[in-house]
Structures are given as C-alpha cells and as structure tokens.
C-alpha cells in the first residue's frame, strides 16, 4: 500500500453543554478535505468536549486552527464554569503521530499550527509535550497551572511568555497549549477473579509508579521524608486494578502514554505473568477507543515469533492472530475497520479494481471502458509473482525438518509481502493515472488562460502515467530477488511456482514498459522521454535475464 502521513488532532473545547456551540466547532473541522472527524465526547460535569479527528498532516493543523478560531468566537471563557481544569476556549490541541511520521516532524506541524494561530488570533499558545521550548513547559499541568484566573497574573511574568500570539490577557478566548505528543492506548486486562486487591497488586507491579516499599507494614521513606518507591515492570504505563459489574470480573486498567516504549503486548504479557505468579489467570483483554495499525500489527507478529511462524503473511491474517492472542474478543466481537484508525479513513473509492472479485476484475477489464488497461493488468500480474514468492517462503518457513530456519524465509516473505500490496496500490494508481489525462482532454479551452491551464494538466497526467507503470517496472523487477532465492533454497515442492511467479514477474515489466513508451510519445520534453526510456529498457533487460535465470534453475529441479 502506499505510505500516507496520518496524525490525530484530540482538541478540548470549554464547552461541553452547550450541543449548538459544539457542533458549529466541529463543522468547521468537518469542512476541511482529507479530514475525518471520529468522535465527539461533551461532559456536562466538566463543562467541557473532547473532540478526536485524523487525517494528513497539513490538513489537520487547518482543521484544528477553524477549529480553534471557531470556539475563540462561540466560547466565552469569562463565563465559564466546570470541574476540570481549564484555561482556555480551547484549552488544549495536541497533536499525535499515528502512521508514516516521526515525533520530529509532528513537532514542526504543532510549530506551525501554533505560529498561524497566534499571528492571526487574539489569543497566547503555549507549546508544550515534545513541542515544549522549555524544559518545564513540557508538563501540561505546569503549562495550565493558575487556570483561566491565574492568566492575568501569568501572562505578566516573562517567563511564560507565550510561544506565539499576544502576551495580553483576553478574558474572551484566555490561552491555549499546542502539543505534540505519542499516542495514548487505554487498555483493560481481564482476570479470572472479582478481588479488586488482586487486581490492584498485579497494577502495582507492572506501572511505572510501582508501589510503595514497606517494612513490616510501615512505609519506608527516605532523607526527605519521601515515601520510597519500588517501581514497577513497564515505563510509560498507568495501571490500577477495579471490579466491572457488568462483566462480574476484575481488570487491570491502564494507560499506555507512550507506545514506542510500552507496547501494547508487552502490557499483556507483563500482566500475565504477574498473574501467573499470584495464582490467576489472564483471560483476555479489551481495548477502549481506537488504535493505530502499527499497534496490532506489532502484537501479531510478536505472536507469531513465540510460535516460529513466519510474519510474512497478510495485514488481515496478522491482526487476527493478535485479536485471537490477547483475547480482544472474550468479552464481545472485535472488529478492526472499527477500532484501527487508518481503516476508518480508508477511501473505498481508491480502492475499485482491487476490490472487486477475480470474475469482476476480469469482466471490468474487458468491457468497452479504456480502463483499467495494460498497466493495471501489469501490475496486477507483477503482484502475483510476489505472492507466489511469498507462498514459497511461507511454505519452506513450516516445512517439517527445516524449524531452524524459518526466521530466514519469514524475512524473505514479509519482503515479498510488502511488494505484492506495493503492486496491488499501482493497479488502482494506473488507472487512476489514465482517468486524470482524460480529466485533463475534457479542460476547456476556449482562451489563452484556459488552454495554458489545459497544457499544464496535460502534461502532468501524462508524467504521472509515465512514472506510475515505470514504478510497476521497478517494484516487479525488484520481486525477482526472492523468486530466484526461493527457487534455489525454498521447497523444492514449489520450485515451479517459483517459476511461475519469474514469469508473472516478467510479464508485468514488459507489459509495464509498453505502458511507458506509448505515454512517452505524448509529452513534449525530450531530455525527460529520453532518460525514461533509458531507464526503462535497462529494467527490461534485467528483468529478461532474471527471468532466463530463474527459469533455468527450476527447470534443472524439476
């Protein structure tokens, strides 16, 4: 599949009674395209809404300052009155990675959020998580402490001059912290006992804080005063243990803060073990809100190490294996395209051919309709090979006798994993590449202006259905890597899928070069049409001779 940036936007708005002011905030994030607005939780008691929105990076931050600029107008801070802390119309607005981004480059989108917000908003932003300027900015509690009432005072003090926006107090909007931090999991593990004090000694020793160090029951403290602490297994995690009526069990509830330190599974298996040793069992577990991918997919193929499978398999098959393992399922069905992010925002639209059945992609594609053509069909035949690689790999990694090596064809089968969904993206991406140049035919042209503007579309459709096959070229020939791998060390029982999987391969660079040169013929840019071509015979070439090659040490097994 093709990499996408996502990050989460999770602002709160001091407004959580108020459904009217809530929702003309929220249609503001709703107008922003590429946005997807997931959830919307007012409190009453809190007087106060958190609101979870995803999408690319440059969108959400022009999502989150409508947003902004929105409650700065419907909110009247001065007014304000609820049982959390506050300090602003919108308090907080942090930002989150989610997939394909670093902390690095979601700091630089808080950065730029905070400087358009404060040059063109009455209000003062603090920066505060990884995107803190200080060093004791980074606590949000530091950051809020005095609330609202203590702005005046605050905003006088150098020290907490804002990061961007005025050093005045507005009573309207008071101010608002921009953050960037990590993703937070709130995960509950079920135990098979209703003791609460269980619960909470197998809490104790995985958080962070730990529990505090007692001799013959008195708390040990040290020279201060301060009451010593024997910390617990997992960093970056919260943990306390209560009893569910509902499910008539005890839990361990946590917080992951941090998941690149704490991973979801290591929680698990952390709690389980404790258990272990207290005599309880670990029954399942239950995940509350959404998750990123990455989240499951790790845990999958942590499960699928402790039993020597091989990890190249399918996104689907990993993810259940992860449901199956940490029990996300014992206490009601679990569905993944309603609790991982990025299946929430999928696009079913980009998604037509690859979608469809063998028999409809078939029919599709001989129907009057120019598309999907030779380049899709390329691309799909190259996403072939891949797989009948893959199935190689996968093959030799649970051949009996050869347990000692399936860590190395589990490497070769999640590589060729990652080539055929690689594929599978340009068989949708090709056709889409033909329909933009016919976009582009049907511009009008009736001006100078118009014809210019033509021109230009013309011609980046036509580059980009020149560079889509030419990457079809690339990725298949890369595939041949690991067919002539698998046809030289997998199980000789498939070496002639090996073979055909050359052949595909073989098939979708040559179909893909002709997709190349017949785009080519259409773009007035020699220098560039030249270096393509170039490009695209000596892929050709290479693949021909991988092919022959590979050919050669099938047929010589079989």
Same mark, same amino acid.
């Given at each position: &599949? ?16 108020? &459904? ?47 947003? %902004? ?17 506050? &300090? ?23 950065? #730029?959020?905070?400087? /358009? ?20 900015? =980074? ?20 020290? !907490? ?28 593990? $079920? ?9 909470? *000694? %197998? ?5 962070? #804080? ?31 243990? !209560? ?26 298996? *952390? ?6 040793? =207290?005599?309880? =069992? ?26 020597? =499978? ?7 098959? %990993? ?8 029990g996300l399922d014992e206490l009601g069905p679990f569905d993944p395209k309603k609790k991982i992010i990025e299946y929430l925002l999928e696009d079913n639209e980009s998604n037509l051919l690859v979608g469809k059945n063998l028999t409809e992609f078939a029919n599709e594609t001989a129907s009057e309709s120019p598309a999907p053509g030779g380049g899709s069909i390329a691309a799909y035949l190259g996403s072939l090979g891949a797989a009948l690689g893959t199935m190689v790999a996968?093959?030799?990694?649970? /051949?009996?006798? !050869?347990?000692?090596? !399936? @860590? ?13 969904? /690689? ?28 014809? @210019?503007?033509?021109?230009?579309? &013309? ?14 070229? /690339?990725?298949? $020939? ?33 179909? *893909?070069?002709? $997709? ?17 071509? @170039? ?24």
């Amino acid at each position: &599949m093709a990499s996408r940036q996502l990050i989460e936007c999770v602002p709160n708005f001091s407004e959580g009674r108020d &459904m009217k002011v809530i929702k003309q905030i929220t249609d503001e994030i709703e107008k922003i395209e590429g946005v997807k607005l997931l959830d919307v939780d007012p409190g009453k008691a809190t007087n106060r809404t958190v609101v979870t929105f995803v999408g690319p990076p440059n969108a959400v931050v022009e999502a989150a300052y409508q947003a %902004i600029k929105k409650a700065s107008e419907v909110i009247d801070m001065s007014k304000h009155k609820g049982e959390h802390p506050r &300090m602003g119309a919108t308090d907080v607005c942090p930002l989150i990675p989610i997939s394909n981004i670093t902390m690095d480059e979601v700091v630089e989108y808080a950065k #730029k959020l905070g400087e /358009k917000a404060g040059s063109t908003l009455d209000i003062p932003f603090y920066l505060y998580e990884s995107a803190a300027t200080h060093p004791d900015r =980074r606590n949000l509690a530091t950051v809020r402490a005095g609330e609202y009432e203590g702005l005046p005072k605050k905003l006088k003090d150098p020290h !907490w001059k804002p990061d961007y926006g005025p050093s005045s107090f507005n009573p309207k909007t008071g101010a608002t912290a921009i953050g960037a931090r990590d993703f937070l999991v709130a995960y509950n593990v $079920n135990l098979n006992t209703t003791s609460v004090r269980r619960a909470n *000694a %197998i809490a104790f020793d995985v958080r962070e #804080k730990g529990r505090v160090k007692k001799l013959k029951n008195e708390i040990q403290r040290d020279a201060n005063g301060e009451a010593i602490r024997i910390p617990g297994a997992l960093k970056s995690v919260k943990a306390i243990g !209560w009893y569910i009526d509902e499910y008539n069990q005890a839990q361990i509830s946590m917080n992951l803060t941090n998941i690149s330190i704490t991973k979801l599974h290591e929680a698990f298996e *952390a709690c389980r073990e404790s258990a272990n040793r =207290r005599g309880i =069992r670990v029954t399942g577990s239950e995940l509350v809100g959404l998750v990123p991918k990455k989240v499951l997919l790790d845990a999958g193929k942590y499960f699928l190490a402790q039993q020597q =499978r091989s990890l190249g398999i399918s996104e689907e098959e %990993i993810i259940q294996i992860a449901v199956k393992s940490l029990g996300l399922d014992e206490l009601g069905p679990f569905d993944p395209k309603k609790k991982i992010i990025e299946y929430l925002l999928e696009d079913n639209e980009s998604n037509l051919l690859v979608g469809k059945n063998l028999t409809e992609f078939a029919n599709e594609t001989a129907s009057e309709s120019p598309a999907p053509g030779g380049g899709s069909i390329a691309a799909y035949l190259g996403s072939l090979g891949a797989a009948l690689g893959t199935m190689v790999a996968n093959l030799s990694s649970h /051949k009996r006798g !050869w347990d000692k090596r !399936w @860590e190395e064809f589990s490497l070769v089968a999640e590589e060729g994993q990652q080539l055929k969904d /690689k594929l599978l993206h340009l068989v949708d991406a090709d056709t889409a590449a033909f329909n933009a140049i016919i976009d582009a035919v049907r511009m009008p042209k009736g001006t100078a202006a118009e014809k @210019e503007l033509r021109s230009k579309a &013309m011609n980046a459709a036509t580059k980009n259905a020149i560079e889509v096959p030419l990457d079809v070229m /690339k990725t298949s $020939n890369a595939c041949f890597g690991l067919l002539r791998k698998m046809a030289e060390i997998g199980n000789p029982n498939s070496v002639s899928d090996a073979g055909v999987g050359a052949l595909c391969c073989k098939a979708a660079v040559y179909g *893909a070069y002709l $997709n190349v040169k017949i785009n080519c013929k259409d773009l007035d840019d020699a220098s560039y049409v030249s270096s393509v071509i @170039e490009e695209a015979e000596n892929i050709l070439k290479s693949a021909q001779k991988e092919e022959s090659d590979i050919l050669k040490i099938v047929e010589k097994k079989l």
